[in-house]
Structures are given as C-alpha cells and as structure tokens.
C-alpha cells in the first residue's frame, strides 16, 4: 500500500489487498425510479441474463484468494425522476421543507418495491402504471443480490462500493433513505460494512466514521487494479453546485471538497429544477390531467386509438436521446391525433395546456434562476418572455432550445482527469472509468511521465436501460435495450506481473417482439 505521505492531497485510496488475485466490475447510470412517471432501467430479462452471465464469468476466474468489487458508479437509483414531487408539490431543492423527507422516503419505499424483489415473468412492459396497480418489477437488486450470495464464500472478500451520483444524491443528506438503500437495496446490514469501508468513506468524505450508514463515496480509486472511478458529475456546471473555494472550471479537487464534504454534489443544483422541476412535474400532471379530463369523455374506440398511446409516450419520455425529441414527438402525435378525429379536439388541448403550464411553473420557481449557472441565466430570460406565446410550433422549439441549453457540459481535457493528472499517475492508474453524459464511449492517451511509456484509457459506461431511437430516414421509432460493464482482472503482484492484468468492455445491445409489443 502507499505512503499515505505520499498521496496528492486529498486523495484516499481504497483499502483493498494489493497481493491477491482482484476483479473489478463497474457498470453505471442504471436509473433505477419509482416508476411514476415512467420506467428508465432496463428490464427483468436483461439484468436477469446479465447477472447470470457475470456470475459465470466470475466463477470461471475466481480463486479463494481472490477480491470482487463491483463498483456501482453512480445515479443506480433515481430520486429525481418521480412524480411524487410534484404530487406533494415538495421538490428536491426544498431541503427544509417538512414534506421533503417523507417524500423522499416514499419514492425510495417505491423503488425497493419496483426493483429489490423478485420479478413475474410477464414484467417488461414500458409505460405508466395506473392509479392503484401494483408497480413492475426490473429484479435490479434482487438479481444483484443473488448473484453476490452465489460468489459470497468461494472469495476471500467481495465489496459493493454504491458511488455517488446527481440522480442519487438527496441520500447523501438523509441518513434514513441511506439505510433503505445499503439495507434493502443492496442487501448489506450496518454490521456488514466493516471498519475498513467506514474509516474510507469517512476519510474521503470528510464525514463521521461512527455513521451506522456511511455516505456514498465520491469516487473509487484502487492502484491495485490501476482503476480511477467516479460518476462525472463534477466537470458538469449544471449539475455541480458552485461554492465559496470551487467552481467546475477549477477542475478535480478533492482537499476542498473534503473540507466542505462534498457539498459541491450533495447541495441542490440547476440539473434538479430540470429533471424534477420540468420534465417529471410535465410528465405526473399530464397524466393526471389526461385520466380526469380526458379519459371520461372519450369512446372506447378513441381511448384505444390515441389516449393509451399517448400515456405510453408518456411513461417513456426519458428513453429518448436527444430528449427533446420526446416532447417534440408528444406535441406532434397528440395533434395528429387531433386533426384524425375533428371530434374528439380535448387530448391535444390538455397536452399542451399541460406543457404550458409546466413550464411556466419551473420558470417561476426562484430556484430556477438562482441555481442556474450564469450563462443560462440569459437563456432563461429569453425562454421566459417567449413562453407567453400560445403558438405551438414555437413551443417545441423552446423545448429544443432547454435541452440544448441542459446539454452544455465544461469541456475538461483529458489530461485533467484525476487518473491521468501528472500527480496521480505514479500511482499507477491506467483506466479512468465514469457515467454521467449516458454516452458510451473510450479513448486510449498516451503519457511521456512517469519516464517508461505507458497506454492510458478514459472508458465511459454511458446508460444501461431501454432506448427510443428514430428508424432509418427518420420513419418511425424503434426500442432497444443498451448497457456496458467494465470487467478488471488485476494481478496477485502489482505492476511486475503485467500478463496478470487486463480489462474488458461487455457491451449488450438487444432488440425483440418484447420491446415492440405496443
């Protein structure tokens, strides 16, 4: 192990055993919500074939002297997309509201229902449940869990590290929603996370090492397995929050996120007011709106012509890349429907009644403008005064304009990721992993220091879910299902046994009747 001494400031190194046989798994961003308005992971049968297959791959190169850790880098659950915030008309940047933590804790109690227990064969479906049915099941944990009981006992030591993300959080500031996770989601008790991991979390966080329920670790860095991980969300000014020592363009700079542990990324931000403020809040009250004022009017033939087709667009909203194209599809295909049935003009009115008002509710949240970074503020302004036009052509194009804007990321060059900062790199990282952007993508670098060459890469995971993609030439959509893991095999010897070491990428792309069922 290094010489704490030794350490960039503020850097704390995972305390794994550099001498034994080591593998480590990252995968990212799976979005696990409560369902409410509409289904972001994957489902049953991908994460059922995926844990599966992992185990196998594990067991086939796993010896009793061997370390697991599988590195959940971020935004695994998602306390953001749910419509519970806006039911409560509590959100996520109300901390002291009274009705934020029981809110809160309602949408984690969901999510261990929808992704902790065990699936029907039938679950799959991508849509908004109705008002009292039972939420489906994506089996997440309990297939993530299953597969840690399998390996548990043929290993010397097997680790869940649940690293912190911007959809995830709120856990940071509610030790109670903390506790479901660990508890339930990941299946570990407070007895289980030995001293090690607390005095880690405690060290890099700057938080209580004595805490029953450790907070998230910002980041996992293990030289043993040359591996720098973290979410990503710190070289992104929308969501990172600006405080009196940083701001994103200061770059990676853990001392000082130490001493004001962490809350850079556990303060609310801009990214909030979007994801909870607009797009969740547009998405719940459309809804609402279409089962109260629209559904009771409508025939049957109507209803199963266009409504339930609509509330499936719904539910889906935030499989689409680029996102806007979801909105845009919404308003196009509600006024299609529209102008098909001159006598039955409600659906469309409500639908963009609906977006109206969502947006000029987000507009006049004070959080919005205060949170925003300076250069939407401009952007805001402008949306703003446009938004009182009734004109529903230059209401896509606002939506165009807010996910363009949303988009905008501090461009961080390579050689400022802290695995291939000069500092860092004598520690041996070769690989830095991250999420955040839901763009999968490596790059290999190359570094003249430390003086022998060596081959570094940036490898991001993207999103593991379900995606709407449009048909070639544009005709039509079709659903697939995406995700990516990071597999290391690290050496029993460190550096000196290079043919001991190597990673892979496992990417699964899948198409079938039961995506494309509605």
Not at 203 to 220: E, H, I, K, T
Not at 226 to 254: E, I, Y
Request: a positive charge.
């Amino acid at each position: 192990m290094t010489d704490e001494k030794q350490l960039p400031p503020g850097l704390v190194l995972w305390p794994g055993d550099g001498g034994q046989q080591r593998i480590g798994v990252v995968i990212s961003d799976i979005h696990c919500t409560d369902c409410s308005v509409g289904n972001q992971t994957a489902d049953d049968s991908d994460w059922k074939s995926f844990f599966g297959e992992l185990e196998v791959t594990l067991k086939a190169s796993i010896t009793k002297a061997s370390e697991v850790v599988l590195i959940l880098n971020g935004d695994v659950v998602d306390v953001l997309r749910s419509g519970k915030w806006a039911e409560n008309n509590v959100y996520p940047w109300q901390r002291n509201n009274p009705g934020f933590e029981t809110t809160l804790m309602s949408i984690m109690h969901a999510i261990v229902a929808v992704h902790a227990r065990e699936p029907k064969e039938e679950f799959g479906k991508r849509r908004i449940r109705g008002p009292g049915e039972e939420p489906e099941s994506s089996g997440f944990f309990f297939y993530l869990k299953q597969m840690v009981g399998n390996i548990t006992g043929k290993v010397a030591r097997v680790s869940l590290i649940p690293v912190a993300g911007n959809h995830d959080k709120e856990l940071q500031v509610v030790p109670k929603a903390r506790e479901l996770y660990y508890r339930e989601c990941l299946g570990l008790e407070a007895g289980d996370l030995d001293a090690g991991y607390r005095n880690w979390v405690a060290r890099q966080m700057g938080s209580d090492p004595n805490d029953p329920w450790p907070m998230l670790p910002f980041y996992y860095a293990d030289p043993s397995l040359r591996l720098f991980a973290t979410h990503g969300q710190w070289r992104d000014m929308t969501n990172s929050r600006t405080t009196l020592q940083w701001k994103v363009c200061h770059g990676w700079k853990p001392q000082i996120w130490q001493q004001d542990r962490y809350r850079a990324f556990s303060d609310s931000c801009f990214g909030d007011t979007i994801a909870s403020g607009m797009l969740s809040n547009f998405i719940w009250n459309t809804t609402q709106a279409i089962r109260n004022e629209v559904i009771p009017f409508a025939v049957q033939r109507t209803r199963n012509d266009g409504i339930d087709h609509i509330l499936n667009v719904l539910g889906e909203m935030d499989l689409y890349r680029p996102s806007e194209r979801a909105v845009v599809r919404l308003l196009q295909e509600a006024k299609n429907l529209d102008r098909k049935d001159a006598n039955f003009p409600r659906l469309f009115r409500t639908v963009i009644a609906q977006y109206r008002k969502s947006l000029q509710s987000w507009l006049g949240h004070r959080e919005t403008f205060a949170l925003a970074p300076l250069p939407f503020k401009i952007l805001l302004y402008v949306i703003r005064a446009l938004s009182h036009v009734h004109w529903t052509r230059l209401d896509t194009k606002l939506m165009q304009l807010m996910a363009w804007a949303s988009g905008l990321k501090e461009s961080t060059p390579y050689a400022k990721l802290p695995a291939f900062l000069s500092d860092y790199r004598p520690l041996g990282f070769h690989l830095h992993a991250e999420g955040h952007t839901h763009v999968t993508m490596e790059v290999d670098l190359r570094y003249n220091s430390p003086p022998e060459p060596r081959n570094y890469t940036y490898v991001n995971l993207g999103a593991w879910r379900n995606r709407i993609v449009q048909k070639y030439e544009k005709k039509g959509y079709r659903r697939r299902c995406i995700g990516r893991a990071l597999i290391v095999h690290g050496d029993a010897q460190g550096e000196s046994a290079c043919e001991g070491y190597s990673f892979s990428l496992r990417d699964i792309t899948s198409w079938g009747d039961r995506l494309d069922k509605w």
